[in-house]
């Protein structure tokens, strides 16, 4: 089994408060991971280690067998480790036709060129037609990202990661506030992500991890609690424990 | 805008990449409003020779904008000290004229040259920290070189400026007349030039970049933007405009003073943009147009306190805000709203585009 | 130089006097005001007209340059300063700057553009010989003023209800305002409060800075320097700074004085690029 993302022994300090606690995390090459744990648990915390946001105090990050835990944010994502947010981080006044072709301009290393127009590199731009139109963008492409509905908005955020053609991709609550008429649409984008990429999900929504995912680790205050397939986790009575207990 | 991209849809249907290509196209084309402008600021060579003078001050105030436009309007960058870099490019193209070599053209490489290394070379210290210290840094280095210029009185003339220097006819063949007309002539030109080469680089990846940088800094990062190097890059090319604005000033006056690196300069220029309107390139055109009547005039009417009346449009400006005034053709009456919009949205060809 | 020494420290004294409204409106309501120095400026032409004109005792004028700045300074927080608290940064700059051209062109039209002088009572003029050190007598007076105010400052913000509150208000004006605490009333004493200290200042260092209608412009910087290096955590900072800024300006003045005003710029870039949060300050590092 080849590794496409580890974490060993990482720790995160805020002040006094641990938030991450010397997680050691491995994710096989194609899978379906995902993240779970109660509010507060630590995991957006451990996506903004992973994405190079925020610097551990220890610990390493090794993405492909290459360590990545020195590297900048930016420099990640050229290594193949893209993520959306919870909440859009989208340009508000670009179209969705230049986001993607942004998207793909630093992918393929010409986001410095500064004399041709935009309209000049036509296999960029036949490629942002071809995934926004297959992300049921195209018709609105040519629309102010901040005129989209929200489903609309998903949508692109998670088609500016995949426009980095990542290796590993960081969902985070990809269907969160996501009004329900356009849920279906969302979702269905990310069952059919291409099965080569490893994805994470860091989910609330229990449905949606059991129906997608294949493996599942379990974050609480900070520390790895529990890691395994589906079945086992959902049978597990120290996780139900765990979200009965936040219910409760 | 909608509804422009509506009629594009309705006759590309079911093609995306042609609708993807014939909206980048578009975004790149000729705005009439340009073309206008252009075709005025050139025909003021004939109409209005007797004003050379005034005409040749506005393009270079203009090219300085447009420089400063390119870091606050494309990179977010606030600055109080950008004169810092047309005052070096002023004593650079006057030093070198009267040193070295008259020739006026190679002076504006010159001194565009000297800007840039300052600008390269500063620029990583606006990297860091907050508006705050970016004001402070860019503040300081302008009066670090203010105090420079003064204190070098072998070099620079000191307070009394730099006399002497000799300007020589441009490429050898025209030489500057005492009306000015050929000094307008050769500003116009320079700023078309580079003006021209302003909005390919705004109109290109790089461009995109720079405003997705600051937009959405986060993100920009999510989509592996190097944002230090983006920032460098358009620094420096800034700092290249400012110092060939400055040389342009020097050779068209044939004098430096001090008074190029003066702190009001440093905010002129930010009224004249702010004037003109931030983050589109010609703003800093159209600001300088207003800028410098607007204080011909004032000066005409109240000699001395003139800069009473330029603080008071700076706050009226605040205060409306500058959003409102960006958007002042809003309040007009709908139909001469639309009949406008009609006209600064037309570009040649742009029928043929849509319909094909 | 224990001379020069001294004379620094009465000059630092001073711009910590003018600077420390600065400190609090720039370093701590995060509004970038750069027309802190029209304040001081006010401050010093009332004494010249007061004095001047109307015969007014030196000692008088200062507190009535004090108060008078501040309810300049009330009314302008009131009705422009306080809706663009939120603002973007570039607007707050255009609109002080805004102010500083206006009031550099009004105090032009009204005074004229001349240095103006003000007789100093006499037991304030000349100075005492003490081990060969000259210590002038205005500056003693000077040092002992700002001394007594920076130790009043100093107790206001950290021992009283309103320190408190105002350092509340400025941490986090959504949770003190839940605390019951009146925001934009706290806001509003502060800023008179610290334009009046400006005025007073202004008052203070008419003899000793030279007072003309560029006072604004020329005084930016080291108002600026002193927020920016001293940092803003506490009072004490820069109170320093000042101190620093002040020996060493007077000092360069004397010894080099054909690089001394460099020599302060580029120290100042210096401290700005190893420690952006300032030279005092605790968080300075991260």
Known sequence: MTVALETRNLVKRFGGFLATNDVSLSVRQGARHALIGPNGAGKTTLINLLTGVLKPNSGQIILGGEDITALPAHRRVRKGLARTFQINQLFGE?????????????????????????????KVVEEAAALLQRFGLADVMGERTVVLPYGKQRLLEIALAIASKPRVLLLDEPAAGVPEEERHEVLAIVRDLPADVTVILIEHDMDLVFSFADRISVLVAGALFTEGSVSEISADPRVKAIYLGEDA | MSSASETLMSSTAGKPETTAMALL?????????????????????????????????????ALFAVSLDLILGYAGIVSLGHTAFFGLGAYAAGLFAKHYFAE????????????????FVTSFLVLRGSDLTRLMTTLGIGLMLAELANQMAWLTGGADGLSGVIIGPILGQFEFDLW???GYIYSLVTLFILTWAARRLVNSPFGLSL??????PVRASMVAIPSRHRIVAVYTIAAVYAGIAGALLTQTTSFVSPDVLAFHRSADVLLVLVLGGVGYLYGGIIGAILF????????????????FWIGFVLIVIVMIGRENLARWHTFLPEPLRRAMTRIANWRPGAKIGGSR | MLTILFDGVAYGMLLFVLACGLTITLGLMNFINLAHGAFAMAGGYITVVLMNRYGVSFYWCLPIAFLVVAAIGLVLERTLYSRL????????????VGLVFMSIAAVDYFMGGQQQLIHLPRELSGRWEVFGVGIGKYRLFIIVICALLAVALQLALTKTRFGSQLRAAVDDGRVARGLGINVPVVFALTFAFGSGLAGLGGALGAEIL???????????????????????????????????????????????PQIGAFVIYAVMVLVLILRPHGLFSREGTR
């Open chain 2, 180 to 182: 000015g007309r050929t």
């Open chain 2, 104 to 119: 006026p053209v190679t002076g504006l490489l010159v001194a565009g040259i000297a800007s840039g290394v300052l600008g």
């Open chain 2, 292 to 307: 410098t009547l607007l204080r011909d005039w004032l000066s005409v009417i109240t000699p001395q306190y003139w800069m």
């Open chain 3, 210 to 256: 030279g007072l003309d209608p560029n006072f604004p412009l020329k005084f930016m910087i080291y108002f600026l320097i002193v927020v920016t290096v001293g940092g803003t955590s506490s009072i004490t900072g820069p109170f320093l700074a000042a101190l620093l800024l002040g020996i060493a300006d007077v000092a360069g003045k004397y010894y080099v």
């Open chain 1, 94 to 122: 670009f179209t969705p036709l230049e986001s993607v072709v942004l998207a793909i301009n630093e992918r393929e290393k010409i986001g410095g060129l500064a004399w041709a127009p935009l309209v000049a590199h036509t």
């Open chain 2, 25 to 61: 196209r578009r975004r790149n084309s000729w705005r009439a409003y340009e073309i206008v402008l252009w075709l005025i600021a050139f025909a003021m060579i004939f109409a209005m020779p007797s004003k050379a003078l005034i005409l040749t001050e506005i393009t270079i105030v």
């Open chain 2, 211 to 216: 405003k997705a940088i600051k937009t959405n």
């Open chain 3, 85 to 96: 608290y939120s603002a973007p940064h570039l607007d707050q700059v255009l609109f002080s």
